[in-house]
């Protein structure tokens, strides 16, 4: 089994619960502008009503699924309250797999998802699923 990533810098501490729920609500906060915008800009440019629902949706789903593999492992959420995800085994920023996995459970079990990281350890069902965990940026 492979050796779980022991961070070896003094700064590394779990992310704050707090700094966690805010950044995941400015992250819906941008997946739903996303879909007003891109329903807005599709509407006015005379899409078919039911291909602007489709891409709005698709839209806002992938940026949902996906921001946690953004530089440096940050959300736009994440960089505002200056958090984190990387791979636990090896410390290495979340990739786009990683991020797929560890929101879709977020977005398919919701509160059950998200009442795991009130656990000893403070991972949601996401987070081990992707074998990801959430840190405070180090200074």
């Known amino acids: 089994m492979p050796q779980e990533y022991l961070p070896e810098d003094p700064n590394f501490l779990p992310a704050p619960l707090r ?6 609500m400015a ?10 915008s891109v329903f807005y800009i599709l509407s006015e440019a005379k899409f078919e009503p039911e291909n602007v629902r489709i891409y709005s949706l698709l839209f806002s789903v992938s940026y949902y ?5 953004l530089p440096r492992g ?3 959420g994440k960089w505002f309250f200056k958090i984190s995800v990387i791979n636990k085994r090896t410390g290495a920023y979340c990739s786009f797999i990683q991020s797929f996995f560890r929101n ?8 059950i998802d998200s009442a795991f ?9 996401g987070d ?10 180090r200074k």
């Open 104 to 111: 879709l459970l977020c977005l398919t079990l919701g509160i």
């Open 19 to 24: 700094a966690r729920f805010f950044a995941q």
């Open 74 to 76: 940050k959300s736009i």
């Open 117 to 125: 990281i009130l656990g000893k350890k403070r991972r949601r069902l």
């Open 27 to 36: 992250d819906s906060l941008i997946s739903v502008l996303i879909f007003i």
């Open 65 to 69: 699924l996906l921001c946690d593999s």
């Open 128 to 137: 081990l699923l992707a074998r990801t965990i959430v840190i405070k940026d």
